[in-house]
């Protein structure tokens, strides 16, 4: 398991859709974090810039996981029912020790 990135730039987001590994967890003050396909149609350079670099990441974040079990356990995300990075999360409970 490698550890969540928390993705700073448009530069490290780009870096990050060009290795084409991994997903996204985009983190939100109103709702729960949702896991995309790294390079997912949903993701989008203008929402990207508004939450992170306008906004200031006050409402929310977007991080880069390894696995679809990171994102569950570590920000207990939901996948986007668009891109549908697979058909089923595992639940944060089942790595618990």
Not at 4 to 33: C, N, Q
Not at 69 to 82: I, L
Request: with cysteine.
């Amino acid at each position: 398991m490698v550890k969540p990135k928390e993705i700073e730039s448009f530069d490290e987001l780009r870096k990050f859709r060009l290795a084409d590994e991994g997903y996204f967890v985009i983190t939100d003050t109103t709702r729960h974090a949702i896991i995309h396909k790294v390079n997912a149609t949903c993701i989008k350079a203008d929402s990207f810039n508004l939450k992170v670099t306008i906004n200031g990441r006050k409402q929310g974040s977007y991080f880069w996981v390894d696995s679809i079990a990171t994102a569950a356990r570590e920000f207990g995300a939901v996948r986007c029912k668009v891109c549908k990075p697979e058909l089923s999360l595992v639940h944060p409970s089942t790595f618990e020790t």
